[in-house]
Every structure is written in C-alpha cells, then in structure tokens.
C-alpha cells in the first residue's frame, strides 16, 4: 500500500464517523468524505 493510500484510509477514518452521525441530504453534501472516497477508488486503478 502506498502512503498516499494509507494517508487517504487514516482521513476517511477520521471523517466516517462524522458523516455517519449527520442526516441523509447533509450526508450527500458533505463534500469532503466523498472526494476522499473518489481519491481513493482511482489511486487503486
């Protein structure tokens, strides 16, 4: 695993349980969970 992964994995564990405690429309606009998430889906192409 590359450190940029492992430095993506340790931020999106520290924002999940964030997200998770917000409701449904505020989950979908928390913009910065899901550019993680997206970061992370194309750096393991």
């Known amino acids: 695993m ?3 992964v492992k430095q993506l994995f340790k ?3 520290e924002k999940v349980p964030v997200h998770n ?3 449904r429309i505020k989950q979908e606009s928390f913009y ?3 550019h993680d998430l997206k970061h ?3 750096s393991s192409r």
């Open 21 to 23: 405690g917000l409701t």
């Open 32 to 34: 910065s969970a899901w």
């Open 40 to 42: 992370l889906a194309l």
């Open 11 to 13: 931020r999106l564990g």
């Open 2 to 4: 590359t450190r940029k």
